[in-house]
């Protein structure tokens, strides 16, 4: 098993409970934000995505939040599942910078049956 | 028919050898990424290549140096390894410099 990553945050919910997870950039240049799921020993997989003309934006199961006022972006998923248990990474980038992604530090999500 | 592959999985090496490890995607993309994943799983930018031409180099050691070859491939040499190399690395590519990125499983190297 992983032995990294232990001091990660970690959010434990009940399966089918909706999860929230929440991300403060520091750029206020950014105006394009991603979140992305890691599952253990795998790479990161897109989510997400939401551009800074807009405070919201749905998908899947899942809706992010974006409130630029106080730099913050947050994810929620809806009746949470035991796929779901993974770290998720916010992301951001001026879209000047291209796709100079900045990463956030990571949420760990623990779905109890 | 994996989108983004990277070859070895794991590599462990010791200190002051010299490895590289590969990267490939078969998604037809223009741009593609190298990013250094640390045991408290901070995720960074390492590199990135646009049509085989380097467009991002962050503040990384010389002795990182990226090889695209052609679009569908870049590689990353590692020279003189040292323990703080020891982390995972990702490839990533998207379709152009904008564009979604999609991830390789990653090379988890352990340098002792």
Known sequence: GESVGLHLPTLSVQEGDNSIINCAYSNSASDYFIWYKQESGKGPQFIIDIRSNMDKRQGQRVTVLLNKTVKHLSLQIAATQPGDSAVYFCAETPVTAGNKLTFGGGTRVLVKP | ?112
């Open chain 2, 1 to 112: 028919d994996t989108a983004v592959s990277q070859t070895p999985k794991y590599l462990v090496t010791q200190m002051g050898n010299d490895k590289s490890i590969k990267c490939e995607q078969n998604l037809g993309h223009d741009t593609m990424y190298w990013y250094k994943q640390d045991s408290k799983k901070f995720l960074k930018i390492m590199f990135s290549y646009n049509n085989k031409e380097l467009i991002i180099n962050e503040t990384v050691p010389n002795r990182f140096s990226p090889k695209s070859p052609d679009k569908a491939h870049l590689n990353l040499h590692i020279n003189s390894l040292e323990l703080g190399d020891s982390a995972v690395y990702f490839c990533a590519s998207s379709q152009d410099w904008g564009s979604e990125q999609f991830f390789g499983p990653g090379t988890r190297l352990t340098v002792l």
